[in-house]
């Protein structure tokens, strides 16, 4: 029997007719939005889809003031002091590269961890060959937390920054980072924290995390469209120019901007992205991020505990109790590859997940999943309610019935 969980409370759109999945893949990116993000990137698109900032027309000084409206009730979101420090790029991987390579360079030495996505671990990588940075790898312990205290031990005279992400995308454990942020404030040291699957599920604030940098992405839990996030830089942070280009203002100048929001801002903003991330962000805060968390992890807990009683079923970094986590959860059914169950629950069952490395390479190293081409996550959204996840469990049962006593089936 499953533990009684309630229906999704927040269905308030029409799931499209043609989507008879079940959607699990929420840490890729949420699917559907919630109503009003397609409603009003489209209706601002059409009535002021001009250029923000560039011109002093009045549909122009309209759309400006939009994007600002989103800034502030983004750097709200974040906990920040001043909107025009929120800063708009094309996701976090294009956040965290300007944050990186703009933080990092030659002489410096920066503390990483085996939890990290490839946009974080490939930048320091790069910095890594490419300039000699020194760089520190901080592992995590079996119930896919990293020690705060071994990431501080590992500071140096020449640290430059922490580079870390806030909840795992592979295994969905939130990291304790205030006690890192808080050492690394002390000794004027960076955080750079990616918030890519924290943000829209559990609170981001910068200063009761001690980050420097928050980078975010709006398609997943802010429910926004693809292709707009951005980052806060908290005062003071100056990131070094990587790139540079139109404002939209004080052309004549040879270099770009160097003051915020124009110092981190390249070209035409993605005006109906923006519209789609207001709407979605304010959708979160209406819910409420308590709410949403609450849903989702009283759904994560039935999966876990649905998952965890079938033979022949491995559950990567699921350990009940620890600390703080998101409705993320990794497995492999014995003797098959993730990307066969994958197919399977798709083919069979009509369930959406995702297989794989899942962009974090280092995660399944030290799970071992890495020999087998890594594991089958479903990502939990606020739409998915209890039917979808008994589905998911009868399914998986199936498929690990199915393979019992079956050859072991690897790919090449
Ligand atoms: C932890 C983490 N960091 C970074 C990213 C990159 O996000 P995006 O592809 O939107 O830049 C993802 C996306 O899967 C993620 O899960």
């Given at each position: 029997m499953m533990a009684d969980v309630p229906e999704?409370?927040?269905?308030?759109?029409?799931?499209?007719?043609?989507?008879?999945m079940i959607y699990l893949d929420h840490g890729a990116t949420s699917f559907p939005k919630p109503q009003e993000v397609y409603e009003l990137m489209d209706t601002f698109y059409r009535r002021a889809g001009v250029?923000?900032?560039?011109?002093?027309f009045d549909l122009c000084l309209e759309a400006g003031s939009f994007v600002d409206e989103t800034r502030r009730l983004l750097c709200a979101f974040f906990g920040g002091t001043d909107p025009n420090r929120l800063v708009f790029g094309h996701n976090s991987t294009d956040a965290l590269n300007l944050a990186i390579f703009g933080l990092i360079g030659k002489g410096d030495h920066v503390v990483t961890t085996h939890l990290e996505h490839n946009s974080c671990l490939r930048p320091i990588r790069t910095l890594q060959e490419d300039e000699g940075v020194e760089v520190d790898w901080v592992d995590f312990d079996d119930a896919g937390y990293v020690d705060p205290g071994e990431v501080v031990h590992r500071f140096k005279k020449n640290t430059r920054a922490v580079v870390m992400n806030h909840?795992?995308?592979?295994?969905g454990t939130v990291q304790d980072v205030a006690p890192i942020g808080n050492a690394c404030r002390e000794r004027g040291i960076h955080l750079v924290l990616d918030a890519s699957q924290s943000a829209g599920v559990v609170p981001v604030k910068m200063d009761d995390l001690g980050a420097d940098v928050v980078c975010f992405t709006g398609?997943?839990?802010?429910m926004g469209p693809m292709g707009v996030g951005g980052m806060y830089v908290r005062e003071g942070v100056e990131i070094r120019q990587t790139r540079a280009g139109g404002?939209?203002?004080?052309?004549?100048?040879?270099?770009?901007?160097?003051?915020?929001p124009y110092r981190m801002e390249y070209g035409t903003p993605n005006l109906p992205g923006i519209a789609g991330l207001n709407a979605g962000v304010k959708w979160v805060n209406r819910l409420g991020l308590g709410a949403i968390h609450a849903h989702e992890m009283a759904l994560w807990k039935t999966l876990r505990d649905g998952l965890s009683a079938i033979e022949g079923v491995t559950l990567h970094g699921q350990e009940p109790g620890g600390g703080e986590r998101i409705g993320v959860l990794s497995f492999n059914v014995d003797g098959l590859e993730a990307m066969d169950t994958g197919t399977m629950l798709d083919v069979d069952s009509n369930i959406a997940c995702r297989t794989g490395l899942h962009c974090a390479p280092m995660v399944h190293r030290h799970l071992g999943t890495d020999e087998i081409h890594g594991s089958v996550r479903f990502g939990i959204g606020p739409f998915n309610d209890r039917e979808h996840i008994e589905k998911a469990v009868s399914a998986v049962a199936e498929i690990a019935a199915s393979r019992r006593g079956g050859p072991v089936c690897t790919r090449v």
């Open positions: 999704s409370p927040f269905l308030n759109l029409a799931i499209p007719p043609h989507v008879k250029n923000p900032g560039r011109s002093g909840a795992s995308n592979v295994i398609h997943k839990s802010l404002t939209g203002v004080e052309s004549a100048r040879r270099r770009h901007l160097e003051r915020y």
